[in-house]
């Protein structure tokens, strides 16, 4: 099973900052966190990962808490485009491969 | 052109036929995956290899083999096909120069339905 908890749905409007949160409260102090999105049944695209420190590139930035139980996606200007599945997802076996829960669907609004 | 190419996208067969994904890849990467996506689910890990002499067996290898023929190659056979094993079927590479095992690049899905 997935070691990460999500909302299962969420809406935000065109033009806002979508804040998509993930629980990972399991987690143990070498494992990065993942970020996926999936975007109807493309094949999925990574975004951005983080070990303890706060990350941003073009597509995203990742907020990771002091404690590393929890963190949230930003998509600072969110489009139409957007909408997708998001996954968050913490490597669980001792190979490091990603278990993956069922993600939040983000809904852009126009 | 892709990095990531499967084949077939889409295939319709019976049940007890035996079915072959193919993947390859240009990205250089050592790592391949076979996932498995059943509807309003995430993905489901079948089997992974790290190199060309290297197969490991993932979450639901069960009626599923793989061989790894090249570093660019890597195929998914279902021996006898059986309408549960109806889904979309991705490969993903990973290697040198994403930086952690985390950085899958995916392809686009092979839709397999079996009748």
């Known amino acids: 099973d997935a070691k990460t908890t999500q909302p299962p749905s969420m809406d935000c409007a065109e033009g806002r900052a979508a804040n998509l949160p993930c629980n990972h409260s399991t987690i143990s102090g070498n494992e990065y966190v993942y970020w996926y999105r999936q975007i109807h049944s493309q094949g999925p695209q990574y975004i951005i990962h983080?070990?303890?420190?706060?990350e941003t590139n073009e597509m995203a930035s990742l907020i990771i808490t002091e404690d590393r139980k929890s963190s949230t996606l930003i998509l600072p200007h969110a489009t139409l485009r957007d909408t997708a599945v998001y996954y968050c997802?913490?490597?669980?076996?001792?190979?490091?491969?990603?278990?993956w829960g069922a993600g939040t669907k983000l809904i852009i609004k126009p | 052109d892709a990095d990531v190419t499967q084949t077939p996208r889409n295939r319709i067969t019976k049940t007890g036929k035996r079915i072959m994904l193919e993947c390859s890849q240009t990205?250089?990467?050592?790592?391949m995956y076979w996932y498995r996506q059943d509807p309003g689910l995430g993905l489901r890990l079948i089997y992974y290899?790290?190199?060309?002499?290297?197969?490991n067996k993932g979450e639901i290898s069960d009626g599923y083999s793989v061989s790894r023929q090249a570093q660019a190659k890597f195929s998914l056979s279902l021996e006898s096909a059986i309408p549960n094993q109806t889904a979309l079927y991705f490969c993903?590479?990973?290697?040198?120069?994403?930086?952690?095992?985390?950085?899958?690049?995916f392809g686009e899905g092979s839709r397999l339905t079996v009748l």
């Open positions: 290899s790290f190199d060309v002499k290297d197969i």
């Open positions: 997802i913490d490597p669980t076996d001792s190979n490091y491969q990603l278990i």
């Open positions: 990205k250089g990467h050592d790592r």
């Open positions: 983080g070990l303890k420190n706060n």
């Open positions: 993903a590479t990973s290697g040198p120069g994403t930086g952690n095992t985390g950085e899958l690049f």
